[in-house]
């Protein structure tokens, strides 16, 4: 068997451990003599296989006691809409920080349903910082403030949970959600697309303070509404089955074989600033984005010169490091590292950089 070092965005590498797990339990999942995916969501197995899931969510990310955990569907960006139709119906105004294309695509969504305004914005550097505000700058009858905590296509993120004051604060995390402690009681609501750094796509965790819950449009669809899903434990119709039960074996992953979301964070650091250093030194190499702004996740890279970017990519897709040309909209490069993809991946990333470098 040969695995190559993915440095896809999304959908990404999952645990080795946790692939040849699934593989073991794919035809008889314990006993039951069906795979996962062919059992009913009512029956007693799967209903523990869920349960353990939504207990795993609660203790790996600290999720405090009044909040609800969902799992949904969709993807991150059907929250785009759901949020505003669930939230925003108070003042029925909400604040956006635009920070990099999806919180651009969120704030966007909820302008269909409301006054919505930019907080602040990066835009006029393409993105390459996240944009400041203070408390103040938000409108204090908003129903929210909006935030992407890690931006995946620029490569930005967050140096801390910003202070929203008394207005609650939402955000996605996407494509940083169990990759270090974050503080959950900060947000009145968090949300991210699985596919990432949680298991295969199909699945969107959405963890939403209860009070937040009950106040949403009358025109929610029926499917959006975070109250059907929460009084209906995530089962109003069919859930995403398996791709929860993947999520469960990636908690379990990282609490029994990481050791919870402190080493994770540890090892990932490790990995983002050994990359980040190298490219600071390297004379054809730069990492675009301002130095309190990175992600530990995405690291976007170029060399200043498309076709040197193209030729890197061809000979390290060649060189068995697939998915890492950058985003349309950047160009250059990309490498994301989540927590599935090994240290080893990232040192063999830098050697083959520096090899690539001696040669121009
Ligand atoms: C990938 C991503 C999305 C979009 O997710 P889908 O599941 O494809 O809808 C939204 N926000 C962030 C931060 C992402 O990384």
Redesign the pocket.
């Known amino acids: 068997m040969s695995r190559v070092y993915n440095f896809s965005?999304?959908p990404s590498m999952l645990p080795l451990s946790v692939l040849h797990k699934a593989a073991a339990e794919m035809t008889d999942y314990q006993g039951s003599g069906m795979s996962v995916m062919e059992m009913s969501h009512r029956s007693a197995v799967y209903e523990k296989i869920i349960a353990d899931a939504e207990a795993l969510v609660r203790s790996v990310l600290g999720v405090p006691d009044n909040y609800k955990v969902l799992f949904l569907q969709?993807?991150?960006?059907?929250?785009?809409a759901a949020i505003p139709l669930n939230l925003m119906t108070k003042s029925g105004k909400a604040d956006y920080v635009v920070s990099?294309m999806?919180?651009k695509?969120?704030y966007e969504e909820a302008k269909r349903y409301g006054d919505v305004k930019v907080l602040a914005s990066s835009a006029d550097k393409n993105y390459t910082y996240i944009p400041t505000f203070k408390p103040e700058d938000v409108r204090p009858d908003a129903d929210y403030v909006h935030i992407?905590?890690?931006?995946?296509?620029f490569g930005s993120k967050f140096p801390a949970i910003p202070d929203t004051g008394s207005v609650p604060l939402v955000a996605?995390?996407?494509?940083?959600i169990l990759s270090e402690p974050i503080d959950i009681s900060r947000f009145a609501l968090a949300y991210?697309?699985?596919?990432?750094n949680m298991g295969p796509?199909g699945l969107?965790l959405v963890i939403v303070r209860e009070d937040m819950i009950g106040h949403e449009n009358p025109l929610t669809p029926t499917m959006l509404s975070y109250k059907v899903a929460a009084d209906n434990d995530s089962m109003y119709n069919t859930p995403p089955c398996y791709a929860i039960y993947v999520a469960k074996l990636i908690l379990e992953w990282v609490r029994d074989e990481i050791g919870g979301l402190e080493a994770m964070a540890e090892i990932n650091y490790r990995k983002a600033q050994k990359l980040y250093d190298y490219i600071d030194s390297s004379k054809v190499f730069t990492a675009p984005v301002e130095k309190g702004s990175r992600s530990i996740m995405n690291v976007p890279f170029v060399t200043g010169d498309a076709q040197l970017d193209k030729k890197f990519c061809k000979l390290a897709e060649e060189a068995g490091f697939v998915n890492i040309k950058g985003h349309r909209s950047v160009g250059g490069m990309r490498a994301s590292i989540y927590n599935a993809m090994p240290e080893e991946g990232v040192d063999a990333l830098i050697q083959f950089m520096r090899e690539f470098e001696q040669n121009v």
């Open positions: 965005a999304g969709g993807g991150a960006s059907t929250q785009f990099g999806f919180s695509k969120a992407c905590y890690n931006n995946t296509i996605d995390l996407s494509s940083c991210a697309g699985a596919q990432k796509s969107t």
